[in-house]
């Protein structure tokens, strides 16, 4: 007869399952009681010990010793002042006092037995501009308004030196051909004569022609400005054509 023997090892591994379950139990009733445990504060204040104010505070309130102050000595009494009404029966005459005042543009002079006034004239400035005069210059033979006579002048002065300017003076001074640019500047004084004449020109000859003729411009009647005579200024560009 053979006798089997059961291997210790099998034996073990039957009761490590329940040995694992029963350590898993116990571990989560630990926890569960941790969890649910209570702790609360210990109450000392039976061991505190009591003070008692026995005595209470006292304010030291400062001692006030009233002055008695001497008498004010008697007031003298208020004389009143009489005022005595005296009747005038004085006459007095009263005179007019004329007010001197003048305003800004009134010149006042002192004599010994009167003040006279004396305006003073309105300063006019020279050298106004044909296109700004309020009453520009009549050229001879011009009639009309204003504007009409503005028209008339510009087209008076560019016939008279059409009629007086020679072309054979661009061939003789040997411009190129083509159109040649000149320009002129003039016054007409406060007297409708002709004043100062400035023109600028391809060549100097040219120039010279161009001021000799504006220069022999016919007398005029002045412009005028509020009513003065006044030198008005003038300016005429003209435009020549140089042949081949």
């Known amino acids: ?34 969890m649910e445990y209570k702790t609360y504060d210990v109450d000392n204040s039976n061991g505190l010990g009591v003070v ?31 005022i005595k009404v005296v009747e005038d029966d004085i006459k007095i005459e ?62 008076k002065i560019a016939a008279f030196f059409g009629k007086n300017f020679d072309p054979a003076l661009t061939q003789e001074l040997g411009l190129s051909p083509g159109k040649k640019k000149i320009y002129v500047v003039f016054k007409i004084n406060n007297k409708g004569k002709i004043g100062t004449v400035n023109a600028r020109a391809p060549h100097p000859l040219l120039e010279k022609e161009v001021t000799r003729i504006i ?4 007398e005029m009647k002045p412009g005028r400005q509020r009513g003065m005579p006044v030198t008005v200024t003038y300016s005429l560009p003209i435009t020549i054509m140089v042949e081949e």
């Open 52 to 82: 008692n104010m026995t005595e209470e505070i006292k304010e030291d309130i400062p001692i006030i010793i009233q002055q008695v102050l001497p008498p004010l000595p008697p007031t003298a009494p208020v004389i009143m002042e009489q």
């Open 94 to 155: 009263e005179s007019i006092i004329e007010s001197t005042e003048t305003d800004e543009k009134t010149a006042v002079f002192k004599s010994n037995t009167e003040i006279v006034e004396v305006r003073e004239k309105e300063e006019i400035v020279e050298d106004i501009p044909f296109v700004l005069i309020e009453d520009v210059p009549v050229f001879p033979g011009c009639k009309g308004n204003n504007a009409e006579l503005k028209k008339c002048f510009s087209n």
């Open 215 to 218: 220069s022999s411009l016919p």
């Open 1 to 34: 007869m053979i006798d089997i023997k059961k291997n210790p090892k099998a034996v073990i591994e039957n009761y490590s399952k329940i040995f694992f379950q029963i350590g898993l139990v116990l571990t989560l009733v630990i926890i569960n009681f941790m």
